[in-house]
């Protein structure tokens, strides 16, 4: 009788199908590091019981068919871009053990931007980063963590700092963000430190189980094949070379202090699995549909022909609320029943800029929401009436706020308004209220929408009391302005 | 009929909750980050995530591992963030895994502009990445299609297990016109092949490596298959007067719209000229307008980029009608005015090719 109180983890395959060539042996060189951490990953998975709630995302380099061999949920990602897979697992699957497997050149060269940023956003995930100074797959060329003087193939004179800068310390590094909970550089050189590195990886483990954010742990791993050594030497070079430059121990640990984040529970509490209809969606988006006046009444008897369907182009600087004077017109108009369309200037966020946009309102189906020849420009300063005026069509309409614009229009062939916009609002207590003037007298003119609809409107698109007020108050005052011309 | 009125750029992501879609990775760009803002407002109301990437490179690789999770997941960019995610889509692609991207395009090469162009066209249609695949591309022209074309975009991305793209620019993006809300939800199907960590799925492997060249090969062929049933059956296209057409204009997107408007003056006018608009532009509606070359005397192009999508109305003509193509680049969309008097010119210039080509088929028969 006897107890076999030593053998091959249950995470590991007990026969690799997947593997192309010998399925008992892995693809891995004699005395490569990979074969230990895949090891002390899979017996950790073992003792927590976290077998089939385990992810592991390989890396491009040798690991990258680390699926041959882990009996897991597999996941291969894109050279570098691991731990931003590993972010959208987790945050998709709070209740998977998301492992991230990276070698150097993966996670510290072309990955960089992706480690830095998952680390500090503290993803509660795990990363096991293999430093062994080299791009192994490749055949040997310099990685971020190469020594200075070192050779590889593309150093063949050895790493020069003052050529290709000096090694990354990725553990320093990343240990010097709020964001990651526990840090910490292991070695593969000799019992003791296999242990240790075995300790670290269960720990790392842990710390994502608990739920108590981002774990990494560095391991200085033997390359005999890249360093053209035999594996003794690769350790002895661990040892003496290595970690002259990669010192060992625990960089940051605030898993006993840090609360748990991203929990499983957390997001069990959200509305998803409850919702059952769009009515419910939108409730919960707070979209609130309007319900439109029809049949559409741009009838003859209310609206003279020449104001019918407008093509209306408003213009003016920047601040002077141009966009807002169109999306009401346009939101009041569906109210209606019409066909709208509004399609803004867009620029960059820079102040003083001018500002257009283009508003249609139809009894038809709009072709091009694009307003080229404006039935009405309404034109809130001079650049845009200078721009704009050349463009409205014969029979058209200029409305314009004479406050601002002291020369008239030049064209004959079509109707002007001038509309002291500005002046009034000033006087009703905030220029800025100009456009509603101007929008108030553009109403009261053509009877294109009726004021009552276009105040309802204003009172769901602002929620400000007091400039509510001021916008009602200015584009009554507009009204007033046309029926006492 | 209850109606909001929204920007194109959030009708997109209204579309996409209701298509159960509960994901959102991306990186800020003009004018695509109306998509990112609304994802970051509504996403958490939903129950869903909204994660703000460091690139576009993390955020289509997050999108990546949200897909491979088995998770409805999008991701939004412009012309540059597009670049920048081609080797993400390439890898969808090769991995097999459904996701939906919103390119709203701006003007480039390099930095360019803000304003709208259609010159992500070869990019995104022909694949900007590495490796034989394919993406669908559905390119909208309103705002409510912005929201209904990306439902539809989730579930062709599950039928077909691929990356779906939403084609559109700066223009539709920007402008806000009624949509009608949806009055059904997309219920993403079942997806036994995803990697959620459970006992069920333990055994599943996402990947795109095939060491192997005969079994790289295969897994070719069989992506091959399904882009083949995809171009049988998800071809879309709007058809405008074209029945009588001599002329028959062919533009997407914001084109499509200044074209429609342009078509009816010319009708106006007497001019037979009719509108096609493809609204998938892979599968590009290729036997459509191959058909319609037998009574359209001759077609126009207009498009926002140098010459791109009047390639493959060429391919799909095949020299059988002249194909003229009228462009305005740089971030200028043209006017109906502008069109029309393209048609007008176009229409003209027919004719006197029509004789000419009589001609030449004279004397060669000499």
Redesign the interface.
Known sequence: MYVRAYGKPKSIYGVFE?K?GDPRTTHYCPGCGHGNVHKYIAEAIDDFGI?????L??PVGCA?FA?YYF????????HG?AP??????K???P????ISYQGDGDLAAIGG??I??AANRGENITVFFINNAIYGMTGGQMAPTTLPGQITTTTPMGRAPEREGFPLRVSELLASLEGPTYIERVALFDNKSRMRARKAIRKAIQVQLEGRGFSLVEILSPCPTGWGMTPAQACEWIQKEMLRYFPLGVFKDVSATRPPVHTAAS?EA????S?A??ED??A?????????VSPPLMRETEIPARYRNPRIKVAGFGGQGVLFLG?LL??AG?RQGY??????S???EMRGGTAHCHVTISTEP?????V??PSVLIAMNQPSLERFEPEVIPGGLILYDSSLISTRPRRTDVETLPVPATQIADQLGGAKAANMVALGAYLGLTKVLPAESVIVTLERMVENRSLLELNVKSLQAGLDYVSAR | MARVLMKGNEAAIIGAILAGCRSFYGYPITPASELAEAAARYFPLVGGTFLQAESEVAAINMVYGAAAAGERTMTASSGPGLSLMQEGISYLAGAELPAVIVDVMRGGPGLGNIAPEQSDYHQIVKGGGHGNYRTIVLAPNSVQEMCDLTMLAFELADRYRNPVIVLTDGFIGQMMEPVELPRTLARPSEKPWAVTGTAETRPNLITSIYLNPEELEAHIRRLEAKYAHAARHVVMYEKHRTEDAELIAIGYGIVSRVLKAAVEQARAEGLKVGLFRPITLWPFPSREISVMADWARCFLVVELSHGQLVEDVRLAVHGERPVKLYTRVGGIVPTAEELLEQIRKVSEENDVRASLRETEEYLWGV
């Open positions: 997947r192309p077998q089939d709630r385990t992810i995302i390989s990258v699926y009996d897991v949920g597999n996941v291969q990602a894109a871009r931003a897979v590993a972010t959208a697992i945050r998709a699957r209740d998977s053990i998301v931007n992706e830095l940023h997001r959200m509305p998803l699995p919702v209809s769009p969606i939108f919960l988006l707070g979209l609130e549909g309007v319900e439109s999306r346009a939101e569906m066909h709208v369309s509004w399609l803004p867009y620029g960059p709009i072709a091009s929401p694009l080229s020849r």
